[in-house]
T-cell receptor, first 113, second 115 residues
C-alpha cells in the first residue's frame, strides 16, 4: 500500500524555468493538498482540491498552478521559478470530514538558483 | 482565521526525562486538533488527534495530549523520552465547519534528546 507518492524527490531549477510536481494517492481520498515547508514557518497551504476537476487557492498560491484531472493525482506547477520558491513541498490527502488526519507524501526538495 | 502557536522552536531533554511540547490555538469554538511528527527527510506522520471525545488523547509511541478548553491548549507529553523521539513536532488545527478540511499548522518544535 503506497499511500501518497511524490515525484521527484529532489530538483534544482534555474530562475525562470518551469516544472511540475506530481502527487499520486491510492487510498481513494477525495481531498488533496499542496503545502510548502520553510524553516520556522511550519507548513503553509498553497492549493487544495476537494474532488476531481476542482481546485482552490490556499494561503500562498502566487506563482503556482494546480490541476486535478484524475481523482488520484494532484499536480503542482511552477511556470517561472523564483528563488523564493526554494522550499520543501509536501502533498497530502484525506477523506471527506474535518476530523480525519492527513496522509502525507515524503516531500520534494526544490532549489531554485 | 485559525492560528496555532507552538511555544519553543527547540526543546532539549535528557533520555528518560519528561517531554512537554506546547501548543495553543485561537478559536472561539473548539476545533479539531492534531499532532504530527516529522523525522529527518520524511513526511509528516499523525501522532494523535482530538475530535471531541475524551479530552486526554493517547497516540502512538507513548505520546499523549490533553485538550484544555479554558486554556485553549493542546500540549503534547511523553513520560520518558527515547533517543528515537528526536524529531520535529507540529501541532495543527481544523475548524469543525471547514468545508475543505484544511489544517493550519504551527511553526513546529524540534525535539532533541540527549543521552
Amino acid at each position: 500500500n503506497a499511500g501518497v507518492t511524490q515525484t521527484p524527490k529532489f530538483r534544482v531549477l534555474k530562475t525562470g524555468q518551469s516544472m511540475t510536481l506530481l502527487c499520486a494517492q491510492d487510498m481513494n481520498h477525495e481531498y488533496m493538498y499542496w503545502y510548502r515547508q520553510d524553516p520556522g514557518m511550519g507548513l503553509r497551504l498553497i492549493h487544495y482540491s476537494v474532488g476531481e476537476g476542482t481546485t482552490a487557492k490556499g494561503e500562498v498560491p502566487d506563482g503556482y498552478n494546480v490541476s486535478r484531472l484524475k481523482k488520484q493525482n494532484f499536480l503542482l506547477g511552477l511556470e517561472s521559478a523564483a528563488p523564493s520558491q526554494t522550499s520543501v513541498y509536501f502533498c497530502a490527502s484525506t477523506r471527506q470530514g474535518a476530523n480525519y488526519g492527513y496522509t502525507f507524501g515524503s516531500g520534494t526538495r526544490l532549489t531554485v538558483v | 482565521a485559525q492560528s496555532v502557536t507552538q511555544l519553543g522552536s527547540h526543546v532539549s531533554v535528557s533520555e528518560g526525562a519528561l517531554v512537554l511540547l506546547r501548543c495553543n490555538y485561537s478559536s472561539s469554538v473548539p476545533p479539531y486538533l492534531f499532532w504530527y511528527v516529522q523525522y529527518p527527510n520524511q513526511g509528516l506522520q499523525l501522532l494523535l488527534k482530538y475530535t471531541s471525545a475524551a479530552t486526554l488523547v493517547k497516540g502512538i509511541n507513548g505520546f499523549e495530549a490533553e485538550f484544555k478548553k479554558s486554556e485553549t491548549s493542546f500540549h503534547l507529553t511523553k513520560p520518558s523520552a527515547h533517543m528515537r523521539d528526536a524529531a520535529e513536532y507540529f501541532c495543527a488545527v481544523s475548524d469543525r465547519q471547514n468545508a475543505g478540511n484544511m489544517l493550519t499548522f504551527g511553526g513546529g518544535t524540534r525535539l532533541m534528546v540527549k543521552p
